[in-house]
């Protein structure tokens, strides 16, 4: 059994910043690709960003510049979230594998 729990969202206002983590725990042989989304409300899950276990990261067009996505040596990936805007409110996700986390909500006031 494999668990994905995010931590960190919350309301802030317009220009302001949040740091999201998710740890992954459980039968877990190796971890190679975890990744970030967000779901707004009527919308579909996008991906918002992702890491690699060699480092490599891949955002969207969305947050280029703005987001900052890492990892520790162990099981936790962070997504730091500088300069929101309203429109970046929506649940984040974590992914890794098959597996999700149940989300963190996130509000960016205007």
């Known amino acids: 059994q494999v668990q994905v729990v995010e931590s960190g969202g919350g309301l802030v206002q317009a220009g302001g910043s949040l740091r999201l983590s998710c740890v992954v725990s459980?039968?877990?042989?190796?971890?190679?690709?975890m990744g970030w989304y967000r779901q707004a409300p009527g919308e579909q899950r996008d991906l918002v960003a992702s890491i690699t276990s060699g480092g490599s990261t891949n955002y969207a067009t969305s947050v280029k510049g703005r987001f900052t996505i890492s990892r520790d040596a162990k099981n936790t990936v962070y997504l730091q979230m500088n300069s929101l805007k309203p429109e970046d409110t929506a649940v984040y996700y974590c992914?890794?594998?098959?597996?999700w986390g149940k989300g963190t909500l996130v509000t960016v006031s205007s």
């Open positions: 459980g039968r877990i042989s190796s971890i190679n690709v």
């Open positions: 992914k890794f594998q098959a597996y």
